[in-house]
């Protein structure tokens, strides 16, 4: 059947009004009705456009700002890391600290760390000693909340950002806390000072284009901006929009609004790990609307052109066109018809005619040229498509919702190990099962079973990322994501190195580097297990302590290369002696320096027999550590003590446990070195009472220093009898204990780092009183400890005191021991140049003890040589001390060196000196220490003597 369409004369009412009307204005009419709706639709799409535009804006810098803040946190973690790193440097784990050795290693370390201002040390009081550009130095930081938190918890800390005592520059402090001598006490602090412009810039590995990068404070303040603002870096912005968003937020989040100059910008913001800043990356909204702009403008102007010529056109050339070649379009018009050219035919040409064939003609053209553009572009992004997942290193698969393989990478087969054909599209999930199957990928069980479990679990909406173990051993990360079709997208990842990488770093954080040997994380670990499961079953076990006699001795001699292979030697040796832990038995632990701790297996039985079994381990490991090590060529003997505490009998906890082991050791060590011993009660006792003491002498110093009293031992000339100094002598006239002697005091001291302190006192009084005795002939002895002598500031402080008291430099005469010559280092000869230069003697005293050399007499011409006691006392019973002490006055004369024997206290010693050829004599013969105002009787009555 066909169909005729209908002659002119049948034409419908609506055609009729439209032939009533001119052509041309039925031809504008179709012309707006056609362009209006394309014309809309596109400005609807830029608008839509505009609003993805800005989201993807806020998504964009919201990623920015996290990745600066992840990238930030991940520079403070380093920091931690260089810290822990340069902790175990000899130079930081020796006390006291050696500021120059101190400075080069923190040095050595910034040169790693471009984003650090400066690397300080701090003593336990949170005093600066050692920097590594020297800056800061004598810098008090105690009243920091972040120094005493490290102090208190003894615990990495990150400081807020804050500003610099030295410059007011913003900067954020990691501060790691040392114990070294493992006293419960920090003994130093190492400060890692982060720069906030470097660390933006070292963070800055993206460039930034147009866009800005700021961090603010806890409190709403700028402190650093890129680019550079130094207009507003400093300025506070707790009121302003955004930094109500950053709190309203909880510092992590985007705010589109208001800028801080004004102009409207997104802002994505994000706190820094472990601090109170807040990083946030800003991009004007005006360049991120400014295409979308450029495309409005471009696109009304081309629709008001389009719209305008073809007005022109259809109102001038209407006619004229419309009737030209109506005949080949009626054809085409037929052709793309259903029904063929029969249900078509041509119409005769006419008005009305003329204007529908005009419009199927528009229509037709419009449909092709849409379709070669649709088709033009599928096929880019298919090409693209193919670039990118052949690119990626990840394998990549996707699913259709009947479990149908749509696409697949070639990295997907070849980290599956599956044939090419199985990566091909319209392969089902449980085919590609079975062959994983085949290749080893499954354990016991039906793969198409296990496949219809999975499927069962992503259809439930259970997507999970898993790991894989291949065959050959390496992992893969597998990870899935539904898709809004019903299907999924998996994703392979290769993780094998990271999670080596992984395992090397728990291994390094639970292990000693040196030694290999289990660390305190473990050690730690151990006795909680043991705590936990001993008591309960009654079981006993021990705790040995054990330290190195001779260890520094090493170091200083052979150098700490050295040092280290003989740790390394001590741990084969103990492990070597102890069961391994494979069998249950015992934990060797290296805690640092030369101490190692042994926690014995846990044994049945009374007290007594874990006691035995440590005692004979204890014996066991002193022999072996006894016997020579070859280091560098050298037999090297050093020995070990070792101090043992049991559970449950010397503590229930690990810190008590290892605390008693501690002091066991202590005694060990006071009892001649080489030895074992228990814990006992009283060693507790001793230590309270020590820690007593330490803390009186702190408060002495802080708050009562006037409770610290000087006395005089004058020195006189063997041959005339006549006085010619005094050396002060320390007391502390403790307001419960009395007057305390300076061996009690004086080494407690140096180790509590009071030492320093205590002896710029012992000068400054010193100089004051010698400066009023009555005879202004007379020398003044001071003694300086080897810890005093190693201050930079030293000879600056005796400059400023011999000014501030009026006293003659050459009245001055410093005493000191071979342990400031033990390491001579150019800094110690300066020293001693530079105070002999200025008119101060420099006298060795207790010569002949320790490690008295007469290199020492050689290296530096001293004034003053002071020989020992110990040879003085048994001088008319032993003639090799006499021989001795014929030998150093001998030597030291012809040195230019005068001597001065201690502890003379009979006439008898003293006639002997004088036939020694010693120049002069010191102790109770002529009278005890006595305080300043009675130094002018002392010289009256020994006057009278020797009139």
Known sequence: MTTVPPGPDAASPSQRRSAGLPLGLRLV???????????????????????????????????????????????????????????????????????????????????????????????????????????????????????????????????????????????????LPLDNDHDGAVDLLLLG????????????????GTDTMRLFDGAGRLVASLPPAPDQVGQGFADHPFWRSVLAQGGTGVHHGPGLSGEERIKGFARIEGTDAVVAVGRS???????????????????????????????????????RDIGRLAEAARRWQPGGPAVFPAAAPGRFAATELQALHAALAAMEACHATVLHRVEEKRRLLDIVTGSMAQGLAAWDADWRLTLANPAYARMLGLPEDMGRPGRSFIEIARALAERGFFGPGDPAMLAAMRLRQVAQDRPETREVVRPDGRVLEVADRMLPNGGMVTTFTDVTERREAEARTIHMARHDALTGLPNRTQMQERLADLLAEAGPQGRRFALLYLDLDRFKWVNDTLGHQAGDALLVAVADRIRNR????????????????????????????????????????????????SDPVEIEGQQVVVGASVGIALFPAHGMDARRLLQHADLALYRAKEDGRGCWRFFEPEMDEQAQQRRRLEMDLRRALAEAPEEFVLHYQPAVEIAGGRVTGFEALLRWQHPERGLVAPQEFIGLAEEIGAIEALGELVLRRACAEA???????????????????????????????????????????????????????????????????????????????????????????????????????????????????????????????????????????????????????????????????????TLARLAALAG
């Open 578 to 625: 102890t069961r391994t832990r494979r069998d249950g038995g015992d934990l060797v632990v290296r805690l640092g320096g030369d101490e190692f701790v042994v926690v014995t297996a846990p044994v049945l039985g009374l007290d007594r027999d874990a006691a035995e079994e440590a005692a004979g381990l204890a014996a066991r490991l002193i022999t072996a550590l």
């Open 285 to 323: 909204e005006a360049a991120v609307m400014a295409p979308v702009a450029a495309l409005i403008r471009n696109a009304a102007l081309l629709a008001l052109a389009g719209l305008g010529l073809a007005i022109l056109v259809a109102w001038v050339f209407g006619r004229a066109i419309l009737v």
């Open 29 to 175: 009419a179709l012309l707006l009705a056609t362009l209006l709706p394309p014309t809309a639709a596109l400005f609807a799409l830029i608008g839509i456009g505009a609003s993805e535009r800005l989201a993807d804006a806020e998504r964009d810098v919201g990623r920015l700002a996290a990745l600066r803040a992840e990238q930030q946190t991940a520079l403070l973690g380093k920091t931690q890391l260089m810290l822990a790193a340069l902790a175990r440097q000899p130079a930081l784990r020796a006390l006291p600290l050696d500021p120059a050795a101190c400075a080069m290693a923190a040095q050595a370390a910034r040169a790693d760390t471009p984003w650090l201002r400066g690397i300080a040390v701090t003593d336990g009081a949170g005093v600066i000693t050692c920097s590594n550009n020297n800056s800061g130095l004598g810098v008090s930081l105690a009243d920091r909340a972040y120094l005493q938190q490290a102090i208190t918890t003894r615990r990495p800390v990150v400081s807020p950002l804050l500003a610099s005592r030295v410059d007011a520059v913003a900067q954020i402090i990691v501060a």
């Open 771 to 937: 400066a009023r005795w009555p005879d202004q002939r007379l020398r003044l002895a001071v003694n300086l400890s080897a810890l005093q002598f190693r201050r930079e500031h030293l000879t600056a402080l005796i400059h400023a005191v011999l000014e501030e008291s009026g006293l003659d430099p050459r009245r001055l005469e410093l005493e000191i021991t071979e342990g400031v010559l033990l390491n001579q280092t150019a800094q110690t000869m300066a020293t001693l140049r530079g105070l002999r230069d200025a008119g101060v003697r420099i006298a060795m005293d207790d010569f002949g003890t320790g490690y008295s050399s007469l290199s020492y007499l050689r290296s530096f011409p001293f004034d003053r040589v002071k020989i020992d006691r110990a040879f003085v006392r048994d001088l008319a019973s032993r003639p090799c001390d006499a021989t001795i002490v014929r030998a150093v006055t001998t030597i030291c004369a012809g040195l230019g060196m005068a001597t001065t024997a201690e502890g003379v206290e009979t006439e008898e010693q003293l006639r002997l000196l004088a036939a020694l050829d010693c120049n002069e004599a010191q102790g109770f013969l002529f009278g005890r220490p006595v305080p300043a105002a009675q130094i002018p009787q």
């Open 193 to 208: 000072v982060v720069d906030i412009a470097r660390l933006l810039d070292a963070s800055s590995g993206i460039p930034l």
